[in-house]
């Protein structure tokens, strides 16, 4: 069973290194650059998690979770990862995790899609 995760990052670098990671794991990966595009594509797919940068052109990776008040998972990630975003992820019932570390983000996406 193919397992499809939606990474929005507006770094290159980021969803390549990233991307690469969870296709490593089996994941099918979909990237896209920007908050906008973000929401259209997870609107349009089905996916088993979505992974959120917090700071990208347009919306926001919190924007983009409160526009869609999914059920799927979703984490959102960045390197200026504070108090007060996990507090808001938190009310939306989202997830976070750190840029900063690739390994803890990509072992976080397992343990919220184990099944």
């Known amino acids: 069973m193919t397992r499809r995760v939606l990474l929005a ?5 980021i969803r390549t290194v990233v991307g690469l990671q969870l296709q490593r794991r089996g ?9 906008e595009a973000a929401l259209a594509a997870a609107r349009t797919g089905d996916y088993d998690v979505l992974v959120l940068d ?27 990862l504070d108090d007060e975003l996990h507090r808001q992820a938190r009310e939306l019932g989202c997830h976070t995790s750190t840029k900063t570390d690739i390994t803890a983000l990509l072992d976080r996406i397992e343990q919220l899609t184990a099944t």
């Open 9 to 13: 990052d507006d770094e290159a670098g």
């Open 27 to 35: 994941w099918e990966v979909l990237t896209v650059s920007d908050g």
């Open 54 to 80: 917090q700071r990208m052109p347009g919306l926001t990776g919190l924007e983009v979770a409160q526009a869609l008040a999914t059920e799927v998972p979703v984490i959102v990630y960045s390197a200026y």
